[in-house]
């Protein structure tokens, strides 16, 4: 699987970005897909998730009621809606796919996208 995301940039706190991560090279039908984050000295953190089939998803507790993870399968794209953006949001967000169900470590996913630069500064 070759992921790609885009829509990171630079947002005051209390804006929105939404991210997208477009997926190629297989079928989807039992993938697990993931947003991780990563700041310098950090290890990567889990986001959200969410199965490329059904409807459940998973959230950060930092995040949750605040982000949203979604798909738009005929895109075999994944979208991650960050609202109400916090400064300690700041950082690099990673893309990642996985075969099974969903994972909250970064040592379960095989594929990774080449991240994209959230910055949340006034």
């Known amino acids: 699987v070759q992921l790609m995301e885009s829509g990171g940039g630079l947002v005051q706190p209390g804006g929105s970005l939404r991210l997208s991560c477009a997926a190629s090279?297989?079928?989807?039908?039992?993938?697990?897909m993931g947003w991780f984050r990563q700041t310098s000295g950090k290890e990567r953190e889990f986001v959200a998730a969410?199965?490329?089939?059904?409807?459940?998803?998973y959230y950060a507790d930092s995040v949750k009621g605040r982000f949203a993870i979604s798909r738009d399968n005929a895109k075999n794209t994944v979208y991650l809606q960050m609202n109400s953006l916090k400064p300690e949001d700041t950082a690099v967000y990673y893309c990642a796919a996985r075969t099974g169900g969903i994972a909250y470590y970064t040592n379960s996913y095989d594929n990774w996208g080449q991240g994209t630069q959230v910055t949340v500064s006034s």
């Open positions: 090279g297989r079928t989807f039908s039992n993938v697990a």
């Open positions: 969410i199965k490329w089939t059904g409807s459940n998803t």
